[in-house]
């Protein structure tokens, strides 16, 4: 069965560094979303992604946020300077169908982030 | 105020017992979608069931939606070790207005069954 891929599995970067994270959707999804999960805490929507460009961002995607398809496979997420509180599991999501949202989002293994 | 809230936020049974868990939510939904989550793993789509749809049935899994109590229960049969795991209810608004295939998460209910 398909998977969604997310590429490193740990993550540990300094304080004020730039970190890139990267997903592999399923080959035939248009619709792409990043979560994350502060340990002990819920599943928190990031931002969501449709036809290169947001369609979609909570108030934690700030300007430090960015998302790009750099080609027809991966998926990024990239902070500009990681703060302490960015320290968190990140998972990529991928749907068939948007908009209506009747079909299930398909989520990676995630990537665990941790801050110095 | 908080979108998917699950009770009981822990569970412990034995295998072959059902486990039922609750989630409530405080805003109109499209559909509402549970998933589980087995450690250190990724999020596992189980069921998704409709705002017009009051039951659904997948293999051992009973979704229920009752949306004048805006609230929604996932029922396990005969559970197995393998079951253990959290569970999370998600909802979807709708498109439109502020979401667009936004999923808003419950705490989430962590489910030991015991072999």
């Known amino acids: 069965e398909p998977e969604v891929t997310q590429t490193p599995s740990h993550q540990v970067t300094q304080m004020g560094q730039e970190v890139i994270l990267r997903c592999v959707p399923i080959?035939?999804?248009?619709?792409f979303y990043w979560y994350r999960q502060i340990l002990g805490q819920k599943v928190e929507f990031l931002v969501s992604f449709y036809n290169n460009e947001i369609s979609e961002k909570s108030e934690i995607f700030d300007d430090q946020f960015s998302v790009e398809r750099p080609d027809g496979s991966n998926f990024t997420l990239k902070i500009r300077s990681t703060k302490l509180e960015d320290s968190a599991m990140y998972f990529c999501?991928?749907?068939?169908?948007?908009?209506?949202?009747?079909?299930?989002?398909?989520f990676g293994d995630g990537t665990r982030l941790s801050i110095l | 105020s908080q979108q998917g809230e699950e009770d009981p936020q822990a569970l412990s049974i034995q295998e072959g017992e059902n486990a039922t868990m609750n989630c409530s939510y405080k805003?109109?939904?499209?559909?509402l979608q549970w998933y589980r989550q087995n450690s250190g793993r990724g999020l596992v789509h189980l069921i998704l069931i409709r705002s017009n749809e009051r039951e659904k049935h997948s293999g051992r899994l009973r979704v229920t939606l009752d949306t004048s109590k805006k609230s929604s229960s996932l029922l396990i049969t005969a559970s197995r070790a393998a079951d253990t795991a959290s569970y999370f209810c998600a909802t979807y608004l709708g498109p439109g207005g502020t979401s667009y295939g936004k999923l808003t998460f419950g705490q989430g209910t962590i489910l030991t069954v015991h072999p």
């Open positions: 999501a991928s749907s068939e169908v948007y908009g209506i949202g009747n079909q299930p989002q398909h």
């Open positions: 080959s035939n999804h248009l619709y």
């Open positions: 805003t109109s939904i499209n559909n």
